[in-house]
C-alpha cells in the first residue's frame, strides 16, 4: 500500500514570499492532519481535517496560514507570507479514523527554510 | 497547554547496552503513543498504551505507561545501530485537547557500534 506522498521535499524561500505544500494521503483514510516540526521539537499540530471538512484548526495561525481538502482527498497548505520562525519541517498524516487513539501515517515531510 | 516533558534530550550509547527513555506530564492522558522518526522522515507509530500501569513488548522495547496516566517510559535491551532516531512520546484525550495529540519535544538515540 502507498503511504502518504508529500510535494516538494524541500523548499528555500525569502521572507514575505508565499509557499505551498501539497499531501496525498492513503487511500481511504478520511482524516488528515498538518503538523509543524521545529527543529529540536516535536510535531505540533496546525489542522485537522475528517473528510472535506475542518474538525480543529485551533493552532494554525489564520493571518498567515490556510489550508484546504478539495473532495475529501489531496490538501495544500499555504503560507502568505512567510516569516522567518516558518522555517521547519511540515508533516502531513493520515488516519482512516480520527480518534487520537487510531494510528495516524505520516509523509516524510517537506523542509521549509526562511531566509 | 499541556506539556510532555522527555528525558534525556540526547543520549549516546554503545550497542549492546540498555537504556530507558522518559515521558513525563502533569496532566493525565486517556492513551500515550511512542514513535521513532529517523531523519528526514516522518515519525513512525510504534506503540499505543491505553490503561494505567499498562506495560507492552515490541521485541527488545518495552513500554509502560504510568498508574496515574501521567508518564511513559521506554525500555530497550540490548540496543542496536539500528535503534538510532529521534524517539517521541505523544500523548492523547487530555482535558484540554480532547481530540489531538500533543507529542514531547524528543529523544535523540545514538547507538555507536
Known amino acids: 500500500e502507498a503511504g502518504v506522498a508529500q510535494s516538494p521535499r524541500y523548499k528555500i524561500i525569502e521572507k514575505r514570499q508565499s509557499v505551498a505544500f501539497w499531501c496525498n494521503p492513503i487511500?481511504?483514510?478520511?482524516?488528515l492532519y498538518w503538523y509543524q516540526q521545529i527543529l529540536g521539537q516535536g510535531p505540533k499540530l496546525l489542522i485537522q481535517f475528517q473528510n472535506n471538512g475542518v474538525v480543529d484548526d485551533s493552532q494554525l495561525p489564520k493571518d498567515r496560514f490556510s489550508a484546504e481538502r478539495l473532495k475529501g482527498v489531496d490538501s495544500t497548505l499555504k503560507i502568505q507570507p512567510a516569516k522567518l520562525e516558518d522555517s521547519a519541517v511540515y508533516l502531513c498524516?493520515?488516519?482512516?479514523?480520527?480518534?487520537?487513539?487510531?494510528?495516524?501515517?505520516f509523509g516524510p515531510g517537506t523542509r521549509l527554510t526562511v531566509l | 497547554t499541556q506539556l510532555l516533558e522527555q528525558s534525556p534530550q540526547f543520549l549516546s550509547i554503545q550497542e549492546g547496552e540498555n537504556l530507558t527513555v522518559y515521558c513525563n506530564s502533569s496532566?493525565?492522558?486517556?492513551?500515550l503513543q511512542w514513535y521513532r522518526q529517523e531523519p528526514g522522515e516522518g515519525p513512525v507509530l510504534l506503540v499505543t498504551?491505553?490503561?494505567?500501569?499498562e506495560v507492552k513488548k515490541l521485541k527488545r522495547l518495552t513500554f509502560q505507561f504510568g498508574d496515574a496516566r501521567k508518564d511513559s517510559s521506554l525500555h530497550i535491551t540490548a540496543a542496536q545501530t539500528g535503534d538510532t532516531g529521534l524517539y517521541l512520546c505523544?500523548?492523547?484525550?487530555?482535558?484540554?485537547?480532547?481530540?489531538?495529540?500533543?507529542f514531547g519535544s524528543g529523544t535523540q538515540l545514538t547507538v555507536l557500534p
Open positions: 505523544a500523548g492523547g484525550g487530555s482535558s484540554g485537547s480532547a481530540r489531538q495529540l500533543t
Open positions: 498524516a493520515s488516519s482512516p479514523g480520527q480518534l487520537f487513539t487510531d494510528t495516524q501515517y
Open positions: 498504551v491505553v490503561t494505567g500501569g
Open positions: 496532566s493525565v492522558f486517556s492513551s
Open positions: 487511500s481511504g483514510h478520511a482524516t
